[in-house]
Antibody
Framework: EVQLVESGGGLVQPGGSLRLSCAAS????????VSWVRQAPGKGLEWVSV???????YYADSVKGRFTISRDNSKNTLYLQMNSLKPEDTAVYYC?????????????WGQGTLVTVSS | DIVMTQSPDSLAVSLGERATINCKSS????????????LAWYQQKPGQPPKLLIYWASTRESGVPDRFSGSGSGTDFTLTISSLQAEDVAVYYC???????????FGQGTRLEIK
């Protein structure tokens, strides 16, 4: 059974950094496409980043240059390093695995971790 | 960037009646080389992550009830719930995955309630 468990969220000041983790089970992160998607409180969904099985990474313009997606194959875990955080980065961050036979259809989701950027 | 616009923003339908949600993309998400529309639909209930319902515009995800169906091509798409059940109360999002370089954009969401 595919499971995704996010952690690492919390309260951080503007300009600060945070690293989110997504522990995966039931599949191999290095052989799959895994994304981060966020949702500001009471708002809609916003895609953040994806890492392909080959290691290619892609980002939304809103986070490019500030966020870095990576994975640790030995831990079967996905990460999102978030730097230069802004109040508008406040959101629940979900990791999601590809489904539907293509990289950017998100067939499996974790429960999310809340990031609050505030002074 | 491809902008996805859903209509209506909210919808109230009686139990057992049909619910229809529309999604329009700012440019075509149809890829001629494989004859596929790069469009998915998700359902999100309060306090839960989104759940994939439909991909390739009309392919139902495994385990999704057949009262959910997707249609459309190019820039105009529809999610239809043929007979609304109480458990279908949720926010529904469309999503394109056509962009190059790879990226995703979601519609703003449509809130579905019971009338």
């Amino acid at each position: 059974e595919v499971q995704l468990v996010e952690s690492g969220g919390g309260l951080v000041q503007p300009g600060g950094s945070l690293r989110l983790s997504c522990a995966a089970s039931g599949f191999t992160v290095s052989s799959n496409y895994v994304s981060w998607v966020r949702q500001a409180p009471g708002k809609g969904l916003e895609w953040v980043s994806v890492i392909y099985s080959a290691g290619n990474t892609y980002y939304a313009d809103s986070v490019k240059g500030r966020f870095t997606i990576s994975r640790d194959n030995s831990k079967n875990t996905l990460y999102l390093q978030m730097n230069s955080l802004k109040p508008e980065d406040t959101a629940v961050y979900y990791c999601a695995k590809a489904g539907g036979g293509t990289a950017l259809v998100l067939g499996y989701w974790g429960q999310g971790t809340l990031v609050t950027v505030s002074s | 960037d491809i902008v996805m616009t859903q209509s209506p923003d909210s919808l109230a339908v009686s139990l057992g009646e049909r619910a229809t949600i529309n999604c329009k993309s700012s440019q075509s998400v149809f890829y001629r080389s494989n004859n596929k529309n790069y469009l998915a639909w998700y359902q999100q209930k309060p306090g839960q992550p989104p759940k994939l319902l439909i991909y390739w515009a009309s392919t139902r995800e495994s385990g999704v009830p057949d009262r959910f169906s997707g249609s459309g091509s190019g820039t105009d798409f529809t999610l239809t719930i043929s007979s609304l059940q109480a458990e279908d109360v949720a926010v529904y999002y469309c999503q394109q995955y056509y962009s190059t370089p790879p990226s995703i954009t979601f519609g703003q969401g449509t809130r579905l309630e019971i009338k």
